[in-house]
């Protein structure tokens, strides 16, 4: 197939549309972007009988959560390890902590909400790329066994054909059973009905093109209406833009993944490669990610560019590097049909580390996740719903984390083309 077009878009749920902003309202929280940052938050708003508006300038889950590889994994950018050096123990400890609840989190929202998304439960691998990286993986597995109880599992390089048959994965890997996969896409409709159904508005096709204060009240405008409200939320992460809030925009870089999915296979064949049927992906910093979908497809992701982001996601021969990026993995897999490809953009902090907190005016923001935010993000709804809800503070290890500005943001493909190099040459060295 020759098109861009996403697997998760052709085999999602009944969707209920919602209309387009027009004329002047008012709301108590309004939230801008329709992932799973800003789904979440509104859920969860709505569930305590708060009125909220959310606005997402296409169709719920059109970013990011529509688009990514739909593995739910515990842990973060960063090792825990490294965390701990950087932040203090009892900070690493309840980012251990939250990167294990928010995925208990998304299980609770969806048994309690009966939302349909294909949960899978098998686990997830962290797959060493060279010898080095799988001394990099016991290290980090045996730090958060002795400081935190976690346990998480070796694979040695001995029983890696139990879990994965690929020439390139032969060092050995880091299991988590925490770990997890859904439809996240079907999940995001999930959230979007439940927002229906606790009274919350939301607007599809309503971009946000300026927000501004008055007093202690926020202006928030699109071209066909605007909205007043106390509190706002921005919730864009990857798409944000500046004319929303300017200096957020600047304490991110937006970078792109790309994602394949073959013809459906034979079952064999997808025993053979991946037995056991978990969510992986490797410790390289250009990494590869795959999965088995419901229906017995491989879906393989991967960076294949930093930048020239605006046009990297129509471009062919991105998908096509990831097709023999997917066959060098996978040689059996040298026949098999492409059915799907598509795209989308991820955000990466300075620190690469996920952020939420309030601007010094006052606005919550969640966002950075660095490619890991498929459970994240709902956690860090909660988080924003029960801070304006006065029923917690922001927690202190995410407090603490300081969202600083990216010198030279404005020159973003041009640095994002020299940390490509740099990370390629990383990850030939390293
Ligand atoms: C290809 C790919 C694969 C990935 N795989 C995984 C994975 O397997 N596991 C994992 O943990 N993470 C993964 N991620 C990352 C994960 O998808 C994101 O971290 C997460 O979805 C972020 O959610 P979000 O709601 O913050 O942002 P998004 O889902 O990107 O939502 C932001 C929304 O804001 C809207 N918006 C922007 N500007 C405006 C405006 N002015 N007005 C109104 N609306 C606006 C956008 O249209 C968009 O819908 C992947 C990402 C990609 C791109």
Same mark, same amino acid.
């Given at each position: 197939?020759?098109?861009?077009?996403?697997?998760?878009?052709?085999?999602?749920?009944?969707?209920?549309?919602?209309?387009?902003?027009?004329?002047?309202?008012?709301?108590?929280?309004?939230?801008?972007?329709?992932?799973?940052?800003?789904?979440?938050?509104?859920?969860?708003?709505?569930?305590?009988?708060?009125?909220?508006?959310?606005?997402?300038?296409?169709?719920?889950?059109?970013?990011?959560?529509?688009?990514?590889?739909?593995?739910?994994?515990?842990?973060?950018?960063?090792?825990?390890?490294?965390?701990?050096?950087?932040?203090?123990?009892?900070?690493?400890?309840?980012?251990?902590?939250?990167?294990?609840?928010?995925?208990?989190?998304?299980?609770?929202?969806?048994?309690?909400? =009966?939302?349909?998304? /294909?949960?899978? %439960?098998?686990? *997830?691998?962290? +797959?060493?790329?060279?010898?080095?990286? #799988?001394?990099? @993986?016991?290290?980090?597995?045996?730090?958060?066994?002795?400081?935190?109880?976690?346990?998480?599992?070796?694979?040695?390089?001995?029983?890696?054909? =139990?879990?994965?048959? /690929?020439?390139? %994965?032969?060092? *050995?890997?880091? +299991?988590?059973?925490?770990?997890?996969? #859904?439809?996240? @896409?079907?999940?995001?409709?999930?959230?979007?009905?439940?927002?229906?159904?606790?009274?919350?508005?939301?607007?599809?096709?309503?971009?946000?093109?300026?927000?501004?204060?008055?007093?202690?009240?926020?202006?928030?405008?699109?071209?066909?209406?605007?909205?007043?409200?106390?509190?706002?939320?921005?919730?864009?992460?990857?798409?944000?833009?500046?004319?929303?809030?300017?200096?957020?925009?600047?304490?991110?870089?937006?970078?792109?993944?790309?994602?394949?999915?073959?013809?459906?296979?034979?079952?064999?064949?997808?025993?053979?490669?991946?037995?056991?049927?978990?969510?992986?992906?490797?410790?390289?910093?250009?990494?590869?990610?795959?999965?088995?979908?419901?229906?017995?497809?491989?879906?393989?992701?991967?960076?294949?560019?930093?930048?020239?982001?605006?046009?990297?996601?129509?471009?062919?021969?991105?998908?096509?590097?990831?097709?023999?990026?997917?066959?060098?993995?996978?040689?059996?897999?040298?026949?098999?049909?492409?059915?799907?490809?598509?795209?989308?953009?991820?955000?990466?902090?300075?620190?690469?580390?996920?952020?939420?907190?309030?601007?010094?005016?006052?606005?919550?923001?969640?966002?950075?996740?660095?490619?890991?935010?498929?459970?994240?993000?709902?956690?860090?709804?909660?988080?924003?719903?029960?801070?304006?809800?006065?029923?917690?503070?922001?927690?202190?290890?995410?407090?603490?984390?300081?969202?600083?500005?990216?010198?030279?943001?404005?020159?973003?493909?041009?640095?994002?083309?020299?940390?490509?190099?740099?990370?390629?040459?990383?990850?030939?060295?390293?």
């Amino acid at each position: 197939m020759n098109k861009v077009s996403s697997y998760w878009e052709a085999t999602k749920n009944t969707k209920s549309s919602y209309p387009k902003l027009e004329g002047n309202f008012d709301s108590e929280v309004v939230v801008i972007g329709g992932g799973f940052s800003g789904l979440s938050t509104a859920y969860f708003l709505s569930k305590k009988g708060i009125k909220v508006t959310l606005l997402e300038q296409s169709s719920i889950g059109w970013g990011a959560s529509g688009r990514n590889a739909g593995m739910l994994t515990t842990g973060y950018k960063n090792s825990i390890a490294s965390l701990s050096k950087k932040h203090g123990k009892n900070n690493a400890k309840q980012l251990l902590d939250f990167s294990k609840d928010c995925i208990k989190l998304i299980d609770q929202i969806v048994k309690e909400e =009966n939302i349909d998304c /294909s949960l899978n %439960y098998n686990g *997830g691998l962290k +797959l060493a790329f060279k010898k080095q990286h #799988f001394e990099d @993986l016991k290290n980090e597995q045996e730090y958060m066994y002795d400081n935190f109880n976690y346990e998480t599992k070796l694979i040695y390089p001995s029983d890696m054909n =139990n879990e994965i048959n /690929s020439p390139i %994965y032969k060092y *050995g890997a880091l +299991l988590d059973s925490n770990s997890f996969s #859904f439809h996240p @896409l079907n999940y995001a409709i999930g959230l979007s009905n439940s927002i229906d159904k606790y009274g919350g508005i939301i607007y599809e096709n309503s971009k946000v093109v300026s927000l501004t204060k008055n007093k202690d009240e926020y202006v928030v405008k699109t071209n066909e209406g605007q909205i007043i409200s106390k509190n706002v939320v921005i919730a864009t992460n990857g798409y944000s833009t500046s004319n929303v809030h300017k200096d957020l925009t600047k304490t991110m870089m937006s970078i792109d993944s790309h994602v394949i999915t073959t013809e459906k296979l034979e079952n064999n064949t997808l025993d053979q490669i991946l037995p056991t049927n978990r969510v992986a992906s490797d410790t390289k910093n250009f990494l590869y990610y795959f999965r088995k979908t419901t229906d017995n497809r491989l879906l393989f992701g991967g960076r294949v560019s930093f930048g020239n982001r605006k046009d990297s996601q129509n471009k062919l021969e991105l998908y096509e590097e990831l097709r023999k990026n997917m066959v060098k993995v996978f040689p059996n897999l040298r026949n098999a049909d492409i059915d799907y490809k598509w795209a989308g953009t991820t955000a990466f902090p300075m620190d690469f580390m996920p952020h939420v907190g309030k601007t010094r005016e006052g606005v919550y923001y969640l966002l950075g996740y660095c490619g890991h935010g498929a459970a994240m993000s709902t956690f860090f709804g909660k988080i924003i719903s029960d801070s304006i809800s006065k029923e917690i503070n922001i927690p202190d290890s995410l407090n603490n984390l300081k969202l600083t500005k990216i010198p030279f943001h404005n020159q973003q493909n041009t640095l994002l083309s020299l940390a490509e190099n740099y990370m390629k040459f990383k990850d030939i060295i390293s």
